[in-house]
């Protein structure tokens, strides 16, 4: 069945770094976009960053732009954030999410998530 473990998080003072890693199991991964997403407390979840199946193409949400790097290793059937310049409000739990199907551009219908990592920065 799929997997998707979560490792990295932490905590860290406001202007330091950590590096999310999102090790994948039980499918194809090098056919699917992977991304990142994540929840605040008393906060729905939202949308941070994807990445195409090639490693190609990324996308990240605005507030994040210019901190925060997406990346793959598709022979390690892993995912990868890498976050700078980290801001009080970037506290949450951070999920590795994969789409419902191969080749698939969006985030419609079944999404596989992880059981996510805590991130928390001190102002």
């Known amino acids: 069945q799929v997997g998707l473990v979560e490792s990295g998080g932490g905590l860290v003072q406001a202007g330091g770094s950590l590096r999310l890693s999102c090790a994948a199991s039980?499918?194809?991964?090098?056919?699917?976009?992977m991304g990142w997403f994540r929840q605040a407390p008393g906060k729905e979840r939202e949308f941070v960053a994807q990445?195409?199946?090639?490693?190609?193409?990324?996308s990240y949400v605005d507030s994040v732009k210019g901190r925060f790097t997406i990346s793959r290793d598709n022979a390690k059937n892993t995912v990868y954030l890498q976050m700078n310049s980290l801001k009080p409000e970037d506290t949450a739990v951070y999920y590795c999410?994969?789409?419902?199907?191969?080749?698939?551009?969006?985030?419609?219908?079944?999404?596989?998530w992880g059981q996510g990592t805590q991130v928390t920065v001190s102002s």
């Open positions: 039980g499918f194809t991964f090098s056919d699917y976009l």
């Open positions: 999410a994969r789409a419902s199907a191969p080749y698939s551009t969006t985030w419609s219908g079944a999404t596989y």
């Open positions: 990445v195409t199946w090639r490693g190609s193409i990324t």
